[in-house]
């Protein structure tokens, strides 16, 4: 059984629909961008399909998914009001549209629509970091992860500047006036995009998510690696968002040094709230626990590459060859395992929680098909195992093909799991979800009301 945290004050969150549609979109992109990516990997795609799954995997589903996130348990966890529901709903049309014209436009090659798209795109993401901005402002003092959200919104706005400029400079030379190359441009984009945006929130959200679901607390060596990551990992992605862009080799060994040394001490840290769980194994800490692995084989990789080569286009996720390890075995599972509680909970709680006690309900983990989990678990760990030695090892196309497909089949089946629990429980459905008054012009269920 999952637990339902106590000291939460749900009053606060938004309507059901807002941070769902957010997933729901989300879950397609995942979809979508892993399609490309086999797709890429056979040769069967025209123009940049590399780039095209990137952003639809990295823009797509994990920052719509953050977007949504954030939108939702902000307020929840703050204890104060969203500063506004309409950003909250005009922010994910923006993204999604953007981010589909801009993946389109990569593959057709027809580049003089990237600036509008980016543009579009960028409009949505600044909306999303005002909204969450203005929201955290009125919650003082800022903890843990409210001080991690915050810097990783400021990560949002530059790399998003900078991503509105490359695609720009596709059809007019935006920087060639500048002593930069493009190349080190696009590293800081990168560099800000995972290690700044993506990163930041991910490490944010586990010091929540993984003691509320464990139901254990930091202590001992917790406490002093925290302090450390606090100050260190945000010094560390500036350093070596800066050493890329200008080019200066210590400053990026430096960064490097202090990302790898935060995200050891951080694997540590949710080892430890793995080991000391108080609840019963869900798939929510079965997808964590692959975290762990993954980051120190990641770190062990690039605390080297990084020493040696810091600037270079094969090492900027760390050692050549570890692009899947860390997409993949790290923010991939922080993030499935992470919806695989989200989208239960903010039904549950909409749905059945002021009905407990007076009727029988189903438990947050009842929302979803065990078997179907397991399954999609067992697929992804495989494809991810495949993709990550076929890339380290250089292994033939064949390898890179089964990777690529048992990660696919296990995204669906994922994806099918958490529609079918929106399907079921939600009062909206998935049409009404996506698609509420305004858009389909007819009444929809409304929101649970609290009992009087």
């Not at 939460?8 to 399609?35: A, E, S, Y």
């Not at 953050?66 to 049309?93: C, D, E, H, K, N």
């Not at 991690?148 to 790399?159: D, Q, R």
């Amino acid at each position: 059984m999952s637990v339902i945290p106590g000291n939460l004050d749900t009053d606060q969150q938004p309507p059901m629909t807002v941070p769902l549609r957010h997933f729901i979109v989300g879950l397609g992109f995942l979809l979508i961008g892993g399609v490309v990516g086999v797709g890429s990997t056979l040769d069967l795609l025209p123009g940049l399909a590399t780039l095209t799954h990137l952003h639809l995997l990295l823009a797509g589903w994990v920052c719509i998914t953050i977007m949504g996130a954030m939108t939702q348990f902000v307020p929840v966890w703050s204890g104060t009001q969203l500063y506004s529901r309409r950003f909250a709903v005009v922010q994910l049309w923006f993204v999604t549209g953007g981010l589909t014209g801009f993946t389109a436009t990569l593959i057709t090659g027809i580049n003089w629509w990237l600036p509008l798209f980016a543009t579009l795109m960028l409009v949505g993401f600044w909306m999303f970091v005002y909204n969450i901005g203005r929201t955290l402002a009125t919650a003082r003092p800022l903890d843990t992860t409210e001080r991690h959200f915050a810097l990783a919104l400021g990560f949002f706005v530059l790399l998003t500047a900078l991503g509105l400029l490359l695609a720009i400079d596709f059809i007019e030379p935006v920087f060639a006036s500048l002593s930069i190359p493009r190349d080190q441009i696009v590293m800081t984009h990168a560099t800000l995009a995972v290690f700044g945006a993506v990163l930041t929130t991910i490490i944010g959200a586990l010091y929540q998510l993984a003691t509320m679901f464990t139901q254990t607390k930091l202590h001992g060596i917790d406490v002093p690696l925290r302090r450390f990551e606090e100050v260190a990992y945000p010094i560390g992605v500036v350093a070596l968002a800066l050493g890329r862009l200008l080019a200066i080799r210590s400053m990026a060994q430096i960064g490097g040094m202090l990302i790898v040394a935060s995200l050891l001490g951080l694997s540590v840290i949710l080892f430890r709230r793995l080991y000391e769980t108080q609840v019963d194994w869900t798939p929510m800490l079965s997808r964590y626990a692959m975290v762990v692995p993954a980051i120190i084989l990641w770190a062990t990789l690039a605390v080297p590459a990084w020493l040696t080569a810091p600037l270079t286009r094969e090492t900027i996720f760390g050692a050549s060859g570890t692009t899947h390890l860390l997409l993949l075995g790290v923010i991939g599972f922080v993030v499935l395992g992470t919806l695989y509680h989200i989208i239960p909970f903010v039904i549950w709680v909409h749905r059945y929680s002021d009905v407990l006690g007076y009727e029988k309900v189903p438990m947050i983990d009842d929302l979803y098909d065990s078997r179907l989990a397991t399954i999609d678990f067992v697929a992804v760990v495989l494809g991810t195992a495949l993709l990550v030695l076929a890339e380290r090892l250089s292994l033939p196309a064949i390898s890179w093909a089964l990777g690529g497909v048992s990660t696919v089949v296990g995204f669906c089946v994922f994806v099918g799991n958490m529609l079918l629990v929106i399907h079921k429980h939600s009062p909206h459905g998935i049409w009404g979800t996506l698609f509420p008054i305004s858009v389909l012009g007819q009444n929809t269920p409304p929101e649970p009301q609290e009992p009087r």
